[in-house]
């Protein structure tokens, strides 16, 4: 008999004992994989140090994370059914199973879920499978009860009877396997097993005599109207001094960008690119988050899930409007055979259920006048009573490829109409690149900022630019040819724009990870979002600073006065904090370097700094030294930057765990990620190489900004 292990897994293995007539488990805290008489055990498999248990549907549930958990067994007596209580927060990246029974010469059988619900029964020999549909399609957040009746050749959902013309005999009187979670077949994207459910396990029953139909219907209606938790447990990455408290992120898993920010009835809403089944970018849903202040956030269930021919293969990146009739609208990149534009609107006041136009997609695909087939990434706004929208395109030409923005426009914002291209980029002067994704075009007093996401190409990576101009002729025409970056160090990415009741212009964007595969794996997590940023416009620049909402966070404060700065001793204004803001004053004199060492480990193990290099003129972020975990990148950053060091420089920083945001004189920004090894890499310092430099800081200490996890 082969035994199946998860990569890297810490797998609990109990002896196994006689089955008696019918066990059951209801996990617990003292011994979750013990059945009600303690004469049989699960074997569970997980890669976490710790098992997750929550509130299931009776007692415990075991918490699993969509590829890495499951559990199993090995029965030498006869089995006359398998089943168990489930509930899903995602469906899978590909077909994964609930429950599946092998016999010793191979033969399988299942109850699985495919990417969209559709439940199916699995028949295979080995790792050989065909699934064959149920007609019946399952949804998350929901209780579920399924067995899998060996002897009576049934499944049933919730106590009724499904019809299947498919079964697979087994040879049920010698050594069986079971597996709860996860299906035989196993298929691997990157390291990740694709096979596995994301969601609650409880309830798990082995039964040697004949389903009693009667009693299981009466058992389930005692419980299927309960709401399962699925909220991610704390205890998951409560060791994770690296995962951030105050920034915008998801509960677990895969995110990407932002897009759709607006402000409704008193509470904002944005959404992001979300894979909660694994790591990856794949299985794509609209995330969604509200939030009243920009602060403090609640993650809700994801407003958009693939289910339609036109949107089968991912809900890409979109954006939000609220439209004539005062109803906010959702605007998405349909990812089917071809990428097209379809929309959503609210079910109810609350925003938190959608329902897709049935018009979709209202655009098809890509103008016929264009070869390249992939178009996404909408941006929305109106002008004089006219509907605009842009999305991210590329123009192909031999030697001359560059980005381009489609225009369209609506009088309803349902039917809409190709016009021409907005702007198109010129790589050999303007370095914009082959491809635009995530397009802003937002007005800002009497001009209008028009910034995109370059894509990554022959090595040269991904950044976000803009240029100022004007709309005229429904073109855009930019002050000048040449693009500004939005950050002086390249890191962040995407930005979403709302304007706030106060009148401000508030931006928030993914700030990526950028880490070794390996270290995301063990990490449970990628990526996350920037705190928001007021954007000014300035003298034909964006200037940006950290929004005053931030202000509410903090606690216990200390000055650090002005003192010189020496080579030999650097001025240290911070020990011990994972996260914390600080405003330093830089008075450069007669250095050639200035700056800060952060995240550093009294034995000088660990460390990164970030500093001026007066005479080249540059901004350095040297992490070469950053980690001593595997799998973490230890480089330097650098980029072009004018400082005038005659006058006093301001660096406003922001660490939360792994992120790391400044802000230089309130107008430019830079933002990196450190994800050190060693819990006490803390020690914030400042230094110099001159002999004239001096420096003041005011330090606080903040307080968590959590995530409030709504299912």
Request: a negative charge; charged letters at 25%; glycine letters at 6%.
């Amino acid at each position: 008999m082969k035994y199946l292990f998860c990569f890297l897994t810490i797998c609990f293995l109990f002896p196994i004992k006689a089955l008696i007539a019918q066990e059951k488990w209801s996990f617990d805290n003292t011994n979750p994989l013990l059945s009600d008489d303690g004469n049989f055990s699960l074997n569970l498999h997980t890669v976490k140090e710790s098992h997750e248990f929550v509130d299931g549907i009776v007692g415990k549930a075991v918490r699993t994370d969509g590829y890495s958990t499951y559990l199993e067994t090995i029965i030498n007596q006869p089995v006359s059914s398998v089943s168990g209580w489930f509930a899903l927060e995602s469906y899978p990246t590909d077909t994964a199973t609930f429950i599946g029974v092998q016999d010793v010469l191979g033969n399988s059988i299942t109850v699985s879920t495919d990417r969209f619900g559709d439940l199916s029964i699995g028949i295979g020999k080995d790792s050989s499978f065909v699934y064959y549909s149920l007609d019946t399609k399952i949804k998350p957040f929901k209780w579920l009860h399924l067995l899998l009746d060996l002897n009576g050749k049934a499944i049933y959902l919730n106590g009724k009877k499904l019809i299947s013309n498919y079964w697979q005999e087994l040879l049920l009187g010698n050594e069986i396997q079971i597996q709860v979670g996860r299906d035989f077949r196993e298929k691997k994207l990157w390291m990740y097993n694709v096979t596995s459910i994301n969601g609650l396990i409880d309830e798990i029953e082995i039964a040697d005599k004949p389903v009693d139909v009667g009693l299981l219907q009466e058992s389930i209606v005692k419980h299927i109207e309960k709401c399962p938790v699925l909220a991610i447990p704390e205890i998951r990455f409560a060791k994770d001094f690296n995962r951030p408290r105050y920034h915008l992120l998801p509960s677990a898993n895969w995110t990407n960008e932002t897009h759709g920010l607006f402000y409704y009835k008193g509470k904002y809403h944005i959404f992001n690119q979300k894979n909660a089944s694994a790591i990856f970018l794949g299985q794509i849903n609209w995330g969604h988050f509200t939030s009243s202040n920009l602060l403090y956030w609640t993650e809700e269930k994801p407003a958009l899930t693939p289910d339609n021919a036109y949107d089968k293969n991912g809900i890409w990146s979109g954006h939000a409007v609220i439209n004539d009739d005062d109803i906010p609208q959702l605007i998405y990149t349909a990812g089917g055979d071809k990428l097209g534009v379809a929309l959503a609107f609210p079910k109810d006041s609350s925003l938190i259920e959608w329902r897709k136009y049935e018009g979709n997609p209202v655009i098809a695909q890509k103008p016929t006048q264009y070869t390249r087939t992939d178009m996404r990434d909408q941006y929305v706004w109106k002008e004089a009573g006219t509907w605009y929208m842009i999305i991210g395109f590329g123009i192909e030409k031999i030697n001359a490829s560059h980005g381009a923005l489609l225009l369209y426009k609506s009088a309803d914002l349902k039917k809409w109409d190709f016009v021409h291209l907005l702007f198109e980029g010129n790589p050999e002067v303007d370095h914009s690149g082959v491809f635009w994704e995530m397009p802003v075009f937002k007005k800002m007093g009497n001009k209008y900022v028009l910034l995109v996401n370059r894509v990554p190409h022959n090595g040269v990576p991904a950044r976000c630019q803009y240029w100022i101009g004007d709309f005229k002729n429904e073109k855009f025409i930019p002050d000048n040819l040449i693009p500004q970056n939005l950050e002086v160090i390249n890191r962040l990415l995407s930005p979403s724009v709302v304007e706030t009741p106060e009148g401000d212009v508030a931006a928030i964007a993914i700030i990526p990870d950028e880490i070794g595969g390996e270290a995301t794996y063990e990490q449970g997590w990628a990526h996350l979002y920037s705190i928001p940023r007021r954007w000014q416009l300035k003298n034909g620049k964006l200037c940006q600073n950290p929004h005053p909402v931030m202000k509410h966070l903090r606690e216990k404060y200390m000055l650090y006065p002005k003192r010189k700065l020496t080579s030999t001793k650097p001025y240290v204004v911070s020990r011990d904090s994972h996260q914390v803001e600080v405003k330093m004053t830089f008075y450069p004199g007669d250095a050639k370097r200035f700056g800060f060492t952060l995240c550093k480990n009294p034995d000088n193990s660990e460390f990164s700094m970030i500093y001026y290099d007066v005479e080249k003129q540059e901004l350095v972020l040297d992490q070469t030294h950053s980690s001593q975990r595997a799998h973490i990148p230890l480089e330097i950053r650098k980029d072009h930057y004018q400082m005038n060091k005659a006058n006093p420089v301001e660096i406003h920083l922001f660490i939360d765990g792994s992120v790391v945001e400044g802000f230089i004189n309130n107008e430019d920004t830079f933002t990196t990620r450190i994800f050190p090894l060693k819990k006490n890499s803390t020690q914030l310092e400042l230094f110099s190489d001159g002999n004239t430099t001096e420096a003041t800081a005011e330090v606080w200490n903040l307080k968590d900004a959590k995530v409030h996890m709504n299912f």
